[in-house]
């Protein structure tokens, strides 16, 4: 299986700072169509994991454009320019590159 | 809208069995890739199982495998995960999630497996 390794697992942060979660991944996530298959989520707490990024970079529909994903082969990173009170809940990476799907071990952002 | 709503979790001793629904709303669950997907208390998230569109071909996680069943009924546009010979370690919240990017998520259904 492909192992998602997340950091950091927890932050903190100043409304109106900027945020980076980093996930490495034991394997190239590009496929040979070309795609690379590494998603973002967001959990608030109580909530079910909402989509933010798709195939490393794509905000998926009504995500602000505060959040924006980058890296290519092994390596990820998901930043939010400015937080926001709004954006606090864990964060998860996943793989969607092989069976099982796996997601990293998630980073929990918290507001100063 | 587009919807997804999980339902059948309880409690259940080890060794039984449930089966839950994740009905879908908005759009024709055929045409999409589903997924199961599960969050035991306080701990992370993990693929179950998943179930094709078209074929229906069905796949599962290693943990699960031999004892859940992903099914599908179009005519009642509703997945369901037949669970059994549960585990305590199957205790978890079950979410259903739809596409391979897991772009819809429902709002999950609490299952605790305890004697």
């Known amino acids: 299986d492909i192992v998602l390794t997340q950091t950091p697992l927890s932050l903190s942060v100043t409304p109106g700072q900027p945020a980076s979660i980093s996930c490495k991944s034991s394997?190239?996530?590009?496929?040979?169509?070309?795609?690379?298959?590494l998603y973002w989520y967001l959990q608030r707490p109580g909530q079910p994991p909402q989509l933010l990024i798709y195939?490393?970079?794509i905000r998926f529909s009504g995500v602000p454009d505060r959040f924006s994903g980058s890296g290519s082969g092994t390596d990820f990173t998901l930043r939010i320019s400015r937080v926001e009170a709004g954006d606090v809940g864990v964060y998860y990476c996943?793989?969607?590159?092989?069976?099982?799907?796996?997601f990293g071990q998630g980073t929990k952002l918290e507001i100063k | 809208e587009v919807q997804l709503l999980e339902s059948g979790g309880g409690l259940v001793q080890p060794g039984g069995s449930l089966r839950l629904s994740c009905a879908a709303s908005g759009f024709n669950l055929r045409t999409y890739v589903m997924n199961w997907v599960r969050q035991a208390p306080g701990k992370g998230l993990e693929w179950v199982s998943g179930i094709t569109d078209g074929t229906g071909r069905t796949y599962y996680a290693d943990s699960v495998k031999g004892r859940f069943t992903i099914s599908r009924d179009n005519s009642k546009n509703t997945v369901y995960l037949q669970m059994n010979s549960l585990r305590a370690e199957d205790t978890a919240e079950y979410f259903c999630?739809?596409?391979?990017?897991?772009?819809?998520w429902g709002q999950g259904t609490l299952v605790t497996v305890s004697s």
């Open positions: 195939e490393v970079s």
């Open positions: 999630a739809r596409d391979k990017s897991l772009h819809i």
């Open positions: 996943m793989q969607g590159l092989q069976l099982p799907k796996t």
């Open positions: 394997q190239s996530l590009l496929h040979s169509d070309g795609k690379t298959y």
